[in-house]
């Protein structure tokens, strides 16, 4: 058990989210308050030494599930032999999989990291830093979620992004000439990659391009907010690397999907906050279509991630999960395990939705050392209960046995183990 001593810190912050101020769709002159949050930061435990064997467990390599067997880790890392062993843990004939990571979220605190830890969540990509201070106090948690973020969403000025986020002018852009200075800020900030929000009142065409090529140009990536069709074309446009969210006014067509593909773009549909948001009443008008239903929405979601999936462009899983605001709150981490269901509805097989909060996103966001059980990978694990099966029923995910992060079995301040269902 590791137990841990927090200091708090209070730091202003704001979260960008898809149903957050950030990102709903309002009058121009609306206008959000930014929130202060309290991020607690550990005093963090040394980094893990001892020796473990995990007995018993069934491993999923990505493709398949192996026949029962022995894991070993040492210190930070999964390793395939171990001359001394401190612990053995009895895995129970469950299956194992890697840490899951979240593609798409807005942890506002290390309070959020438990949460996501305890559902077997590892790793998370933050999608907007509003400060960087703040940001750089989410990192190198150790025994926590890895922290990953993305910059200050690039805005234009009047647009519905940066009037709900208060956003002063200094930190827009409106001019692709002013994409180098825009792109060495954020990265001289030490973000890991570039966010464009394309909106219909946001960056024109031109200057998305050029934020792109700037942040290619310095060898990073840039993944671009856009959730109606128009926004969505411009990022496919763009060249950016990584679309997140997904039309819900319509549908790419084959011209689009085909550019995605041969442009090797990734897509995080998010479709959990689609169907939490498109739940509520009159969210169609914060969303920008006013008269949209549930099932017409919903409907263009999942036919747009079923024909990516189909054309062969690689699926992230992420959920937009955020701390709670105006009555809709994305939790952390359960989400993750919603939104493989979603994927699932979309026509993902379990194992491709799987791959979706593992594997692909590895690839996608240069993680070499997450996302699979092998040699030399962190020791991220998700051991599951005996009697759960993802492979056929992905709900089965939720049924959580144990959690290990970075080698560190996940224990909250109780003392208590992962969450389980
Ligand atoms: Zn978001």
Request: hydrophobic fraction near 35%; proline fraction near 6%; charged fraction near 15%.
């Amino acid at each position: 058990m590791h137990r841990y001593t927090i200091l708090t810190i209070s730091l202003l912050s704001v979260t960008s989210c898809f149903a957050c101020p950030g990102h709903v769709r309002r009058a121009a002159n609306g206008t959000v308050t930014p929130q202060s949050y309290t991020v607690q930061t550990r005093i963090k435990p040394s980094v893990p030494t001892s020796n473990v064997a995990i007995t018993n467990v069934r491993i999923w390599d990505g493709y398949r599930v192996h026949e029962p067997d022995t894991i070993f880790i040492e210190g930070e890392f999964i390793v395939k032999k171990l001359r001394t062993v401190d612990e053995v843990i009895d895995g129970a004939n469950g299956i194992l999989l890697p840490g899951l990571i979240e593609s798409h979220a807005h942890p506002g605190s290390t309070k959020d990291l438990e949460t996501l830890s305890s559902y077997g969540v590892t790793t998370v990509l933050n999608q907007n830093c509003q400060n960087y201070e703040y940001c750089s106090s989410m990192r190198g948690q150790t025994g926590l979620t890895s922290f990953f973020t993305a910059g200050l969403s690039a805005k234009a000025p009047g647009s519905s992004h940066a009037n709900n986020s208060n956003s002063p002018l200094d930190t827009l852009i409106w001019s692709p000439s002013q994409a180098p200075a825009y792109v060495g800020n954020v990265f001289g900030n030490g973000s890991d990659w570039l966010k464009i929000v394309s909106e219909a009142d946001g960056p024109d065409q031109a200057t998305q391009n050029a934020l792109v090529r700037e942040a290619h140009s310095m060898g990073k990536k840039t993944n671009t907010h856009a959730s109606d069709l128009e926004s969505y074309i411009m990022a496919i446009v763009s060249g950016t690397d990584r679309p997140q969210h997904m039309p819900l006014d319509g549908l790419l067509n084959e011209t689009m999907l085909d550019l995605m593909r041969s442009q090797h773009q990734y897509a995080t549909p998010t479709m959990k906050v689609y169907y939490d948001v498109l739940h509520i009443p009159g969210a169609g008008a914060s969303l920008g279509h006013p008269g949209i239903t549930f099932d017409e929405g919903w409907a263009f979601v999942k036919q747009n991630v079923a024909a990516m999936h189909a054309k062969g462009i690689p699926i992230l899983a992420g959920t937009d999960s955020t701390t709670p605001y105006a009555g809709l709150s994305v939790p952390f981490g359960s989400s993750l395990h919603d939104e493989l269901w979603y994927l699932t509805e979309a026509g993902l097989s379990p194992q491709d939705a799987l791959r979706a909060a593992t594997t692909v996103p590895a690839w996608a966001y240069d993680l070499p050392n997450r996302g699979a059980i092998a040699h030399g990978m962190r020791a991220d694990l998700l051991l599951l209960q005996p009697n759960a099966d993802p492979f056929k029923a992905i709900n089965d995910t939720k049924k959580i046995s144990r959690v290990w992060v970075g080698g560190l079995e996940y224990m909250n301040l109780a003392g208590n183990s992962s969450a389980t269902q």
